[in-house]
């Protein structure tokens, strides 16, 4: 083990501020030095653990490593507590949610005595990270301490998503924090995407020896299927034809996953270098599992010293060169500890535990009782009438636009109190950029300044964009994600507002990612149905639509969720917009609850409004077939 060169606070302090910080010429105190040994803990767990990794980290500019450490070294503990062999997993599921939970009260006491929590919640503070968003993580490995089974590659990838992604946008935070945006395209997000299956896939592959001696087998059902006796070859630690055939298959679907050339264009190049140099060393780990043959089931495979030295060394120099011509903004030195107070007990985010109801209607009226089948699961709504509303009173268009906002925040907290699961806003259409300029802009002003004022802030509310960025102000399309990314681990209400949104367009996408898929070879044109459509529509887990509903006294349904509404009650009412309030809403999920629903079936036989509120497409939906 080598001496880490610089201690990791003073790397944070000095790294990222070439002038000497009142920070890093501060006296060294007891408590700096604890902190240097849990940095320096994490730091060594990293390149123990996972040298590839470690080799990244060391990309990155010096300032930012600790922070990595800190994060990489959380998840392995958390995943070391989930895969614990000997122990029960009750148990270990337990000492994952005692690691969570103590990490909430470690975070409102700003210190820790475990090592590794305590650099966490150091680099939270130093960088403002939103630890937030790991709590899905965090319970996904809860629940992998009980069983890690997949039926397809669809509940593989939500896995892996639900698992690793939260901690890959924390580094992401951590770059933009430093003022070093890891600019992602939102056009290239399904390369993103196949990027992270094609390293969670190679990860898998090369512990394969590790989690088999544990009785894991952490690949789908589907794509053991085409090898028969694969799977029981592989529990039983036998290398066989079929095991051999499946590796080499699996192998190249997670190098062509991994080979992303144009998944880098338009980033900062320091960012840029870090991605090619993982997808190099991800290309590497694969030759190293295709040369194990035999092996593979009893130790972890390892490319050569040779072949990582050819990437990383030319790597590192690009790198530094890279670096040295962004200052990076240096990070906050977190301040004295908040004071002791109740610390919450079941949720990572101060924010999430201060969570509250939505404010009660002036008139005091409450939602309807609905029976729990005959409530619909999704809601979609197609706010009209602004305008017309704006003339009824005498003032322009976009006085009409701002006065709805009044009625979306009326709709949700009578969403939130009936309790939809679902809502769905019809904000802004591909062909709304058809009207004046003046009118336009005054529309997206208004979602923008909705956005700033984020009136669902302290409400269970995830929210959600649907629609294309193209076009749309920057500014717009960053808040946007940042609330999506923001409330991801909210559970209550999901409101996805749509904004250059088009019906056809959204069909359109899915039809080129099926036919990109179909040009991968990861779908079979001639065995195709509609789930496997739905799976790749820009948002595959939103449901259907169970009720359509458009104010403003106009029968049309103009281009919103061709798909998802396919199958939707359509409800017309003659109000316009902003005049609606939450009384509106529930008078329309009471008139859906009165509809006989028939999906093509023979009134008597297949009706009953209406049992479903499972995500539609993670299963057949016998309505697919039934027209
Ligand atoms: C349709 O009315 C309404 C729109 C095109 C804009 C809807 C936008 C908002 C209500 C702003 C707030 C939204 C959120 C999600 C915060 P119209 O202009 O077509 O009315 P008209 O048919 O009377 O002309």
Redesign the pocket.
Known sequence: MTTPPRSAPAALDTATHPRKSPAATRALTGEDAVLRAAYRLCRRTTRQHDPAMYALVQLMPAGLRPACWALWAAATALDDLADEPDVAPAERAARVEAWTVSLVHDLAAGTSSDPVRHALVDAAGRWRLDLTSLQGAMASARDDAHDRRFADWAAWRAWCNKEVVPWVEQVRHLFEQAGAPMTLRLDRQTDYERFVDGAQLTDVLTDLSTDLAQGLLLLPQEALEPFPGAEEDLLQGRWSPAVAALITELAALARRRVTRPAMTTGMHPGAAIVLETAAGLLRAQLDAVEAAGPTLLQRTPRPSVVARARLLVPARLRSTLAWSLTPLTAPTVPGPRRPKGPTPSVSLAAENTGLRPPPSHPSGARPPMIPAGRMPAHVAVI???????AEQHGLQ?SD??RA??A??REIVYGALEIGLRHLT?Y???TE?WKRDAEEITA?LA??QS?LDEAPFRDLDVRQRWSGRPDRLPEDLVDSLRREEARTRARTGLTLT?CINYGGRDEITQAAAALARAAREGEVDPDHLNEDDFARHLPHPDMPEADLLWRT?N?QRTSNFLPWHAAYAELYFSPG??PDMDRRDLWQAITEYSRRQRRHGAVPGRLTSPDTHHSPPHTQPDPRHRAR
């Open positions: 706010m009209d009438g602004n305008g017309r509303w268009r009409g636009h709805g906002t009625a979306v806003l904000a802004f259409s709304n529309i208004t979602l909705e507002v403003g106009e316009y917009w």
